[in-house]
């Protein structure tokens, strides 16, 4: 009987062997502590855990989901990357599930960042909302706080660095702005959508030069990043280097050929280069897709009279004034353009429609 019982014991003790999986018994108290929403007793219990077994990957998990849950995601994150380093397929619990070691990381990781990236977004926008300058104020510093814990949580995930750099730009801080875009290039070197981020951000700064350096790099690393290619043209453009937003623009097309803006604003570096042929068929291509778009009427009906080009200028300006009859601006370029036709008598209908709409709007 004795022989039975203690057969009996060791079978129990197995199976608390097995069910525990070689957990320390100071690891095992942490889990029963979390289980039991003690977190301040669990974490104490993980650091002592984690110093008794340093090469434990799940006390590392178990350090690195109580520090997340105290906001503290620097540290989160350095316990979890021991972890990973350690045993990425380890079974930790999650959500009561037993689940592999990498996903956990992955989910939690992925919650405090949605969560507070989420956050900022919402104090972002009511601080661009209010008219109140304090109130302006602390929905900044709030909208700050929350991108930044986001970045923290995940410091992988480039969303929150432009709107943080917005944030800190309005509130001032514009070196502190620098500071996460730099820090973050460091880890993320050869990430083309990061480097056209903070070359938005030199923009914004009026920091042209460190602005072109940053969409070059991002272009060297993947030529076909269309948003690169039109920050690059729009600082051109601020430079007054026409020729070269030309390039960029046309490129940025080749690769969104259903883009109207892109269409516009050649034709309109075209106009500034004084090229009026060839800007008024990509304006036109513009105009095929944004038929009711009175701006580039306007436009392409200017490139006509400065190009001299009086003859074809007339039927478009003509379609133009039926869809638009208000427009003074088309009817004075009808006038003009009747006028060097040698048409005086229709030149002076057309002014004098021109002037009675000007003086009109101007009431």
């Not at 004075?332 to 008598?345: F, H, K, S, V």
């Amino acid at each position: 009987m004795k022989k039975l019982v203690g057969i009996a014991l060791i079978a129990l003790l197995l199976v608390s062997f097995l069910l525990t999986g070689c957990r320390p018994p100071e690891v095992e108290g942490v889990v029963v502590d979390i289980q039991h929403g003690m977190y301040d007793k669990a974490l104490e219990g993980a650091q002592k855990a984690v110093e008794l077994y340093p090469d434990n990957a799940e006390a590392w998990y178990y350090l690195g989901f109580l520090y997340g849950r105290k906001g503290e995601f620097k540290k989160m994150n350095e316990a979890f990357d021991k972890a990973l380093a350690l045993n990425p397929d380890q079974k930790v619990k999650y959500d009561n599930v037993d689940v592999p070691l990498k996903k956990a990381v992955e989910q939690i990781r992925l919650n405090y960042f949605v969560q507070n990236h989420n956050s900022g977004i919402q104090d972002f926008n009511k601080a661009n909302q209010t008219d109140d300058p304090e109130q302006r104020k602390q929905y900044l510093a709030s909208a700050a706080k929350k991108f930044t814990a986001a970045h923290e949580a995940y410091p992988t995930r480039v969303e929150p660095l432009q709107p943080l750099a917005l944030t800190y730009l309005q509130l001032g801080d514009t070196a502190t702005a620098e500071k996460y875009f730099l820090e973050t290039l460091q880890t993320n070197p050869n990430n083309d959508t990061l480097l056209s981020m903070v070359g938005e951000f030199y923009m914004m700064a009026g920091k042209l030069d460190k602005a072109q350096e940053m969409y070059d790099r991002a272009l060297e690393i993947n030529p076909q990043n269309v948003n690169a290619l039109l920050a690059m043209a729009q600082l051109m453009t601020t430079k007054d280097d026409w020729e070269k937003a030309v390039t960029y623009f046309e490129k940025a097309l080749e690769l969104e050929p259903d883009n109207a803006d892109i269409s516009f604003n050649i034709g309109l570096s075209y106009y500034r280069l004084e090229k009026y042929q060839e800007a008024i068929p990509y304006l036109m291509r513009t105009l095929e897709k944004e038929p009711d778009n009175e701006k580039v009427y306007e436009v392409i009906g200017v490139c006509y009279i400065q190009g001299k080009m009086y003859e074809e200028a007339l039927p478009f300006l003509k379609k133009a004034v039926e869809k638009f009859p208000n427009n003074h601006y088309l009817w004075n370029y009808i006038a003009i353009a009747y006028a060097n036709l040698g048409n005086d008598e229709e030149a002076q209908k057309a002014y004098e429609k021109a002037k009675a709409l000007e003086s009109a709007q101007l009431q």
